[in-house]
C-alpha cells in the first residue's frame, strides 16, 4: 500500500513568488492534516482535513497560505506571495479517522526554500 | 508560547545503554502523548503513545513514563542500537476531543554509537 506522497520534493522560489505544495493521503484515508518545521523548532500544526472541510485550519500562520482539498483526496497548500519565514519543511499527514487516537501517517515533506 | 518543550537537543549513547529522552508539558488538558521517530530526508513515523490514564506504555525494547504532576514524560529505549539513530519528536494531543491536532516539542536527535 503506497504511502504519503508529497511535491515537490524541494522548492526554491525568490520573495513574492508563489508556491503550491501537494499532498496525496493514503487511499481512503478521510483526515488530512498539514504542519510545518522551520529550522531546528518544533512541528507545528496548520489545518486538518476532514474529506474536503476544514475541521480545524487554527494553525495557518496568515492569509497568504491558502489549503485546498477538493474532492476530499489530495490536497494542495498554496503560499502566495511566499516571505522568507515562510522556509522550513511541510509535511503532509492522514489518518483513517479523526482524533489523536489514531495514528497519522506522514509524508516525506517538502523542503521549501524562500530566498 | 510553546506547550511541549524537549529541552535537550541532542542525545548520544554506546549501543546496548539505555537511552532516555525527556519531554515537558504545559498544558494541564492534554490527554494523549506520543513519540515519533524521523530518519533524515523521511517523514516522522509513530513509535509509541500513552494515554493519561496510565502512567507506562511498553512496546518491546520502547517504554514511556508519564508523571502527569510533574507534566513530564520520558521515553526509554533499551537495549539501545545504531539503527536508533533519529529525531525523535515528543507530541501531545486533546486524544477525546475529534481533532487529531498534534502539539509537538522542537525534537532530540539520538546518536547510538557502535
Not at chain 1, 522550513?88 to 530566498?115: H, I, K, M, W
Not at chain 2, 554506546?14 to 532516555?20: A, K, M, N, P, T
Request: glycine letters at 8%.
Amino acid at each position: 500500500e503506497a504511502g504519503v506522497t508529497q511535491f515537490p520534493s524541494h522548492s526554491v522560489i525568490e520573495k513574492g513568488q508563489t508556491v503550491t505544495l501537494r499532498c496525496d493521503p493514503i487511499s481512503g484515508h478521510d483526515n488530512l492534516y498539514w504542519y510545518r518545521r522551520v529550522m531546528g523548532k518544533e512541528i507545528k500544526f496548520l489545518l486538518h482535513f476532514v474529506k474536503e472541510s476544514k475541521q480545524d485550519e487554527s494553525g495557518m500562520p496568515n492569509n497568504r497560505f491558502l489549503a485546498e482539498r477538493t474532492g476530499g483526496t489530495y490536497s494542495t497548500l498554496k503560499v502566495q506571495p511566499a516571505e522568507l519565514e515562510d522556509s522550513g519543511v511541510y509535511f503532509c499527514a492522514s489518518s483513517l479517522v479523526d482524533g489523536a487516537y489514531n495514528e497519522q501517517f506522514f509524508g516525506p515533506g517538502t523542503r521549501l526554500t524562500v530566498l | 508560547d510553546q506547550q511541549v518543550k524537549q529541552n535537550s537537543p541532542s542525545l548520544s549513547v554506546q549501543e546496548g545503554r539505555i537511552s532516555i529522552l525527556n519531554c515537558d508539558y504545559t498544558n494541564s488538558m492534554f490527554d494523549y502523548f506520543l513519540w515519533y521517530k524521523k530518519y533524515p530526508a523521511e517523514g516522522p513515523t509513530f513509535l509509541i503513545s500513552i494515554s493519561s490514564i496510565k502512567d507506562k506504555n511498553e512496546d518491546g525494547r520502547f517504554t514511556v513514563f508519564l508523571n502527569k504532576s510533574a507534566k513530564h514524560l520520558s521515553l526509554h529505549i533499551v537495549p539501545s542500537q545504531p539503527g536508533d539513530s533519529a529525531v525523535y519528536f515528543c507530541a501531545a494531543s486533546y486524544g477525546s476531543s475529534n481533532t487529531g491536532k498534534l502539539i509537538f516539542g522542537q525534537g532530540t536527535t539520538l546518536q547510538v554509537k557502535p
